[in-house]
């Protein structure tokens, strides 16, 4: 009888022991859940910021291709000002030409009119 004994004690010892284990296994289970719930959390948590960082962009890139487009009719804008200034400047520069060719020939003459009136009569 003595191996009926033992193999109670060890059937015994190895209930408890699965026992234990399903205790290990249940925990683990929950663990487990818990950790995927997380993961759901962080994976939702990410989609919505790829989702904000996508309609960021396309606003940035809309507010951009406004931006190049203002500052293209400004410089186009400036060119043109630019142009009428230089025009107007040509014309200043040749209104005095005129007048240094005319203050030219005014002092030519002064300066002969005074050598007739230095000259003895």
């Known amino acids: 009888m003595g191996s009926n004994e033992e193999l109670e004690r060890r059937v015994s010892a190895l209930a408890a022991e699965m026992a234990d284990v399903r205790e290990l296994a249940a925990g683990a289970d929950a663990d487990v859940s818990r950790i995927d719930v997380a993961v759901r959390a962080q994976v939702k948590t990410l989609s919505a910021l790829r989702k904000n960082q ?12 406004d931006l190049r487009a203002e500052m293209r009719e400004g410089f186009a804008e400036m060119r043109n000002g630019f142009a ?31 050598a007739e009136g230095d000259a003895p009569a």
Do not use: P, Y
């Open 84 to 114: 009428g200034m230089n025009r107007r400047f040509d014309g200043v520069d040749h209104r005095l030409d005129a007048l240094e060719t005319s203050n030219g020939m005014i002092i030519r003459r002064l300066g002969g009119l005074s």
């Open 54 to 65: 996508v309609e960021l962009q396309k606003g940035m890139a809309e507010g951009f291709a």
